[in-house]
């Protein structure tokens, strides 16, 4: 009996001493996975953080492009603006509307040139708008009339010549009032341009007309006028079908109605 009392006790003692071996050494921890991808590494930081909303996105992208802009625009104008150099000047026609010059000139850069030219007081445009109902989508007044020159009747804003020497504001209330019978509470410019600078001088002066009141109008002799007041959507639909070709009409109202839904502002 006591031999076998050994031979269990043997038995035993491996177990023990693996069991002592394993207390003192301590368990290793699992080692932390490393991102080989830096992309994934930078998604798994910014899990933490909310996402942008889409307003705050496009603020800080106007911001980054602000200075683009300006750097631009910078480039775009010359240091000095150059001027062509005037030999001499003839007039081949003289109307009531323009006259016509025939002029030869040094252009900038050297060239030695003969250009007719077609020269005019300027006109004014009034975009008349109506927002008592709506403010983001105003009625506007256009006119429609026969234009000899297009051999058509077109869809256009209110708009005439300017008188010598006549301030453009006043120009412009003038021509509302007389074709339309409308005047307005709140006047600003929207934009300034030259329809066709390769031989027309004409300078186009376009106002914003808001808070109308209606009146009477009185258009000149020759002037036969039929007026209305349409959607500003419903006349961006007519210009995006083609329906309108004035090239006043389609500059001032397309920048309007940019201008009202925030594309383009600063």
């Known amino acids: 009996m006591p031999k076998k009392k050994k031979k269990a006790a043997k038995a035993a ?11 003192g050494k301590k368990t290793a921890k699992p080692k932390a996975k490393k991102f080989a991808n830096p992309k994934v590494k930078k998604a798994a930081k910014s ?15 106007a911001k980054a492009l602000k200075p683009r802009v300006k750097k631009a625009l910078k480039a775009l104008l010359p240091a000095v603006e150059e001027k062509a150099e005037l030999l001499s000047s003839e007039t081949v026609f003289e109307g009531p509307l323009f006259r016509v010059l ?7 850069g050297g060239k030695l ?8 007081n300027g006109s004014v445009v009034v975009l008349a708008i109506d927002s008592a109902k709506n403010k983001r989508d105003p009625w506007v007044v256009v006119e429609r ?11 256009e804003l209110p708009a005439g010549k300017l008188e010598p020497g006549e301030d453009p504001l006043l120009g412009a209330q003038r021509e509302l009032a007389e074709e339309t019978g409308y005047s307005a509470k709140k006047w600003k410019p929207l934009v300034e341009y030259y329809a066709s600078p390769g031989f027309l001088g004409e300078s186009m002066k ?3 007309a808001e808070g109308l009141v209606a009146g009477d109008a009185h258009p000149e002799d020759d002037e036969q006028i039929a007026f209305r007041l349409v959607k500003l959507s419903e006349l961006v639909k007519l210009i995006e079908k083609g329906a309108i070709l004035d090239g006043k009409t389609l500059s001032a109202v397309l920048l309007y109605a940019r201008s009202l839904t925030g594309k383009g502002n600063k």
């Open 13 to 23: 003692k491996p177990k023990a001493k693996k069991a002592a071996k394993s207390k």
């Open 47 to 61: 899990k933490g953080k909310k996402a942008a909303s889409p307003k705050a996105k496009k603020a800080l992208k």
């Open 102 to 108: 025939r002029d030869r000139l040094i252009e900038p």
């Open 113 to 120: 040139a003969t250009r007719d030219i077609v020269r005019h």
């Open 145 to 155: 009339q026969y234009r000899h020159a297009a051999n058509r009747f077109l869809w």
């Open 206 to 208: 376009v106002f914003v």
